[in-house]
């Protein structure tokens, strides 16, 4: 079994800011990229960042100089440090991780079960 636990989410004023992490646990052999996506009401589930096991980001336009991802590979956890927040930053976002659970599995995804993001204007 591998679980992916959400925390962080909250209300928040805009111009906030808020910081999210996904802990990744059990059986678990090796993790590649990390992420985090987000979903609004009425909406599709968008990218929002996502890192590699070796640090490299990328980033959703909308996040861009606002959003930061980061990892603790020792702790297989990532996180999502978000300031400058604004109302359509609302959703609930989720954590993902490509992973394998053993050497000779293929990687899968898993996904957390969401943190709500709430920005008031």
């Keep these: 079994q591998v679980q992916l636990v959400e925390s962080g989410g909250g209300l928040v004023q805009a ?72 109302p359509e930053d609302t959703a609930i976002y989720y954590c993902n991780a490509n992973l394998q659970r053993t050497p000779t599995w293929a990687p899968y995804d898993y996904w957390g079960q969401g943190t709500q993001v709430t920005v008031s204007s």
């Design 15 to 86: 111009g906030g800011s808020l910081r999210l992490s996904c802990a990744a646990s059990g059986s678990i052999f090796s993790i590649n990229t990390m992420g985090w996506y987000r979903q609004a009401p009425g909406k599709q589930r968008e990218l929002v960042a996502t890192i590699t096991s070796g640090g490299r980001t990328a980033y959703a336009d909308s996040a861009k100089g606002r959003f930061t991802i980061t990892r603790d590979n020792a702790k297989n956890t990532v996180y999502l440090q978000m300031n400058s927040l604004k």
